[in-house]
């Protein structure tokens, strides 16, 4: 409490640093007059009882000192002075300044986009729902069609049949849905409209998508299974991306009637911001329709045909159920259904069928065919930048060791000033730390323009809001990459001042002086450049 | 004649509160004589290191300060001991009769005392 009550003070005094300085000036002149008046008494000369009391009173200039450092708080203090010594020093030497912060920001700004993307693309789960509860089959991804009744190595895909089956007779799967791996493109335009229509990516999907992923309508309603029957009404859900975009979020194209290649579909529902579907590609879906709507939309259907193998599976698992049990119950369930079909089957599949099996693996990212298409170059990629960012730390270390060796002259000069050792080694730190917030901040501005250009790259159509992948840098990654270049100034600051000390004063400030001997002498005798006005030393720390 | 003893690090402020306590509002210099007569000159006090410590109790809230008329008319600053600051100082007065009293009992232990 006291202790507290006394730092709001010190905290307030500083502020009224000159008015405390008068009064101690008025206090110690008082008391000296009394101390001079008693020694009259006692009967000295005047000059010797003035002189008595000033020895008794003792240093003057040391008790101010001492007095200073009650008042205000010292520490701030020399932040203070130390950061705006620093940002003089910086200003002399705008060419060091100004590369060392170019190549933070470079360094800071470039890993931080790149490791954006990687995250993005390699480590982000979808924008659903408990996102560890999803499962889907087949170890690799595959497309998009396979015929028969026997898939190579393991069964990742599907028949509209197989896929009833083993949703229905699955019981770990709260919910399975289907979807196709190909994305058609529609022809789009509003019914009755005579504009021209669009083309827009569409995916046909199970009516319990939605309610799989955990996913509800932002505006409207989401399909339902009772959308998803061969006879029902045909209705669609659109993107929140072309419904903003094209539509200016016009609430009235919810339950307006657009014609997909030709077909009337009502939309019901807008999916909400940042859903892009079961897969991160370059192009999401702007409508999704039921999967029993592909026969009016295609002439050559696939959804009744019990042999060609099209969708993709992905399902949320009961909560507890473990996923290897779910697999097991799926391989029996795939073995049966080939069996109702031996009719069918030709002589290769029947001699495959002892072979046929399927694994489920975590769909939490969904279908990553992105992430297995540019595993291999991203990592390249990050290790790259892992490199960029040594070579950027190497840099600014030598910079900052140069600066060290040019600042040893001024270091020894300090030092026969009497400078503190510490103090000149927080200075040294206090000018790399600025360095690496200046460069940090640079970098930070980098990071967002270099995260949105390489978004630019990476996804060239349908412009940033088509992108489903956050166009803010990875703020953790950010804070790493600046904590490096962080560190690596204050070590290399550290050190390089730290080497000083411990030669010889006098020899250093003779090897240097006599190397510099003019430059030297000219900025001994008149004012430094940069502190104009000042005597020499005064921009110096000095002891006590 | 006996040496002079260096102030104790943090007596001082105790010192002056004590001072205030018994004396009444005093200016620095009335402080700095209290304390050299009541020592019986045993202490040497550089008078000045006073000025640091007044500023450390006014800044706690011990003590407060203000301009008055010395005695030979002159302008001076008096300080005065608040209520917080008498209640410190009692505080402090026990801890300090406590820590003398079992340094008392450290000297006066004889070696037989203990068999």
Known sequence: ?544 | MKEKTDVLQGTLALMVLKTLDVLGPLHGYGIARRIEQISGDLLTLNQGTLYPVLLKLEQEGSISSDWDTSENNRKARFYRLTRDGRKHLQAETRDWEQTAAIIGRFFAVKAEDLK
């Not at chain 1, 399975?176 to 058609?184: D, H, R, V």
């Open chain 1, 1 to 544: 409490m006291r202790t507290l009550r006394r730092f709001l003070k010190r905290l307030g005094s500083w502020a009224t640093k000159q008015q405390s300085e008068e009064r101690l000036t008025a206090e110690i002149e008082e008391h000296l007059a009394l101390q001079t008046a008693e020694n009259l008494r006692a009967g000295l000369s005047p000059v010797e009882a003035r002189r008595r009391a000033v020895l008794k009173f003792g240093a003057i200039e040391a008790i101010r000192e001492d007095y200073r450092d009650q008042r205000g708080l010292p520490f701030l203090e020399t932040l203070v002075q130390d950061t705006r010594h620093a940002l003089r020093r910086l200003r002399m030497a705008p060419a060091f300044t100004i590369t060392t912060v170019l190549t933070l920001a470079l360094g800071i700004g470039a890993t931080t986009s790149i490791f954006t993307l990687v995250h993005a693309v390699l480590l982000k789960a979808l924008p659903v729902a408990n996102p560890a509860e999803l499962y889907r089959l087949g170890k690799e991804a595959r497309c998009c069609y396979e015929g028969g009744y026997s898939q190579d190595k393991e069964f990742s895909l599907v028949s509209y049949d197989l896929y009833k089956y083993l949703r229905d007779n699955t019981k770990g799967f709260s919910e399975l849905a289907a979807f196709p791996a190909i994305e058609p493109l529609f022809g789009v335009r509003r019914s009755g409209s005579s504009e021209a229509a669009q083309a827009y990516p569409g995916e046909f999907v199970s009516g319990n998508y939605f309610s799989m992923f955990g996913i509800n309508a932002y505006a409207g309603r989401a399909l339902t299974a009772s959308d998803d029957q061969a006879g029902a009404p045909p209705v669609a859900v659109m993107s929140y991306r072309l419904w903003e975009q094209m539509y200016g979020s016009d609430p009235s194209v919810i339950g307006a009637v657009f014609d997909l290649d030709d077909k009337p579909f009502t939309v019901v529902g807008i999916t909400p911001p940042g859903f892009f579907g079961d897969t991160l590609r370059n192009a999401p879906p702007d409508f999704f329709l039921p999967l029993n709507t592909e026969p009016f939309v295609e002439s050559d259907a696939d959804l009744n045909k019990y042999d060609t193998h099209w969708l993709e599976l992905i399902g949320r698992i009961q909560p507890g159920a473990p996923p290897a049990s779910i697999e097991a119950e799926m391989r029996v369930e795939l073995r049966q259904w080939l069996g109702s079909h031996w009719g069918e089957m030709s002589a290769n599949d029947r001699a495959a069928l002892p072979n046929q099996t399927l694994f489920l693996s975590p769909g939490g990212a969904g279908i990553t065919g992105m992430r297995e298409q540019y595993e291999h170059w991203l990592q390249i990629l990050m290790m790259v930048t892992t490199f960029v960012l040594l070579i950027v730390c190497a840099n600014v270390a030598n910079l900052m060791l140069v600066r060290g060796m040019e600042r040893r002259r001024q270091t020894s000069l300090s030092m026969a000033l009497g400078a503190q050792g510490p103090r000149l080694v927080r200075q040294a730190l206090t000018e790399s730390i600025l360095l690496s917030v200046f460069g940090g901040a640079a970098g930070l501005a980098v990071a967002f323009a270099g995260t949105r250009l390489i978004l630019h790259f990476a996804f060239p159509a349908g412009g940033m809001a088509g992108i489903p992948i956050n166009a803010s840098p990875s703020m953790p990654v950010l804070l790493f990459a600046f904590g490096v270049s962080l560190a690596t100034g204050i070590e290399t600051g550290a050190r390089g001042i730290a080497a000083a000390p411990k030669k010889e004063v006098t020899s250093a400030l003779a090897i240097t002086g006599q190397s510099n001997a003019r430059q030297s002498c000219d900025r001994m005798g008149g004012p430094q450049r940069g502190e104009r006005g000042k005597p020499a030393g005064a921009g110096l720390p000095h002891a006590g």
